[in-house]
């Protein structure tokens, strides 16, 4: 079982950043890659960046160049560092990590991008 836990979302400008936290905990061993995901309402939860335990990274191509995902071994957390924000990525942010076919998904963080 793994649990995750998702902080560090809120309301910025556009231009703004934020950085997200998912600190995981349980069997953690078993994490070969963990995701970020966002999903507006109505709409199909979408990618958003991919880190494996190796440290290799991927971005959907709609936040390359603007989002960094990176993780922290000794503290079994991921970030997400979100730069020059857009009113588009407004979004309930979600971390996630797929074990042996089980899927585990956090609670969620809203991001809001507004002036």
């Known amino acids: 079982q793994v649990q995750l836990v998702e902080s560090g979302g809120g309301l910025v400008q556009p231009g703004g950043s934020l950085r997200l936290s998912c600190a995981a905990s349980?069997?953690?061993?078993?994490?070969?890659?963990m995701d970020w995901y966002r999903q507006v309402p109505g709409k199909e939860r979408e990618f958003v960046a991919v880190?494996?335990?190796?440290?290799?990274?991927n971005y959907a191509d709609s936040v390359k160049g603007r989002f960094t995902i990176s993780g922290d071994n000794a503290k079994n957390t991921v970030y997400l560092q979100m730069n020059s924000l857009k009113p588009e990525d407004t979004a309930v942010y979600y971390c996630?990590?797929?074990?042996?076919?089980?899927?585990?998904w956090g609670q969620g963080t809203p991001v809001t991008v507004s002036s």
């Open positions: 349980g069997s953690i061993f078993s994490i070969n890659y």
């Open positions: 880190i494996s335990s190796a440290g290799s990274t």
């Open positions: 996630y990590t797929n074990i042996a076919g089980a899927t585990y």
